[in-house]
């Protein structure tokens, strides 16, 4: 009997915003920056200036809906 697989979008998108975020968590920790302070100064001021232009770590949180991010890491935490 073939069994049909879904496909969870949220689950998916998901993953890719935490995956983006990550990549710039590590940039900005390699480039000596606290990524706590940066990404919340991005998050508050909606300014990309917060993140570093470093392996197009502004590009790639960019790509992050903001309004998404925050509501990501609002679940996650509510979650825990």
Same mark, same amino acid.
Do not use: H, W
């Given at each position: ?7 969870? @979008? ?6 890719? $915003?935490? +995956?983006?975020? !990550?990549?710039?968590?590590? /940039? ?14 991005? @998050? ?6 917060? $993140?570093? +232009?470093?392996? !197009?770590?502004?590009?790639? /949180? ?19």
């Amino acid at each position: 009997m073939d069994k049909t697989t879904y496909f969870d @979008i949220a689950k998916f998108k998901s993953e890719v $915003i935490i +995956n983006k975020l !990550n990549e710039v968590v590590s /940039i900005l920790k390699e480039r000596g920056y606290n990524p706590i302070n940066q990404i919340v100064g991005y @998050i508050i001021n909606n300014d990309p200036t917060y $993140i570093t +232009n470093y392996k !197009n770590a502004r590009s790639k /949180i960019k790509e992050i809906d903001i309004n998404e991010l925050v509501a990501l890491l609002l679940k996650n935490t509510l979650e825990k």
